[in-house]
């Protein structure tokens, strides 16, 4: 091979190199990026910051929001998941506990997160979650079924125009997924 053809692998090899770096530089850096942008944009509250304490509200009887429970799983997740309840009425103020209900569909250990989304976005400051096993990572043994609980409260101070608020969770398979 003549000098010049190496020295052009060479140069090319060194360029692929940084490149496989730049990208896994990149890959890394996507969750300091997406907490930015959740957290510029406000939404997918971050879970840490979730508390267990019940803060005291007046109960408004004379409002009755409704509250619907939507539920799905990743492609790629081998779970049944639904919720026990499809929708509730609530009063603004009042605790209520829902159940969700989840099945491991395979016979081997799995290791699932359940992301929420509360819709619309701009009532998501006025539910409250003090108890949701969207909170940690749910571990299942293999065809394990569980009942899991959600307790929540909507603030008295949710404008008048919102009348119904959805919560839906999607559950993703984090099995092979090194924690730190």
Same mark, same amino acid.
């Given at each position: 091979m003549s000098e010049d053809l190496q020295q052009k692998n060479t140069k090319l090899a060194k360029k692929l190199l940084i490149l496989a770096v730049l990208m896994f530089g990149f890959g890394y850096a996507l969750v300091p990026l997406y907490d930015v942008l959740c957290d510029l944009t406000?939404?997918?509250?971050?879970?840490?910051?979730?508390?267990n304490s019940e803060e005291v509200f007046a109960v408004d009887e004379s409002r009755e929001i409704r509250v619907e429970f939507i539920t799905s799983v990743n492609e790629s997740t081998p779970l049944t998941f639904r919720a026990e309840t %499809?929708?509730?009425?609530?009063?603004p103020g009042q605790y209520y506990t829902v159940n969700f209900y989840a099945k491991n569909n395979t016979d081997q250990a799995l290791k699932a997160q359940a992301i929420p989304s509360i819709s619309p976005g701009l009532a998501e400051e006025f539910f409250k979650k003090v108890q949701c096993f969207c909170f940690t990572t749910q571990t299942f043994a293999g065809k394990e079924e569980k009942t899991m609980p959600v307790r929540f409260v909507v603030n008295p101070k949710l404008p008048e125009r919102y009348k119904t608020i959805t919560l839906s969770y999607t559950f993703f398979d984090?099995? %092979?997924?090194?924690?730190n």
């Open positions: 406000g939404q997918n509250i971050k879970l840490e910051s979730a508390t %499809n929708s509730l009425k609530v009063h984090r099995t %092979n997924i090194i924690e």
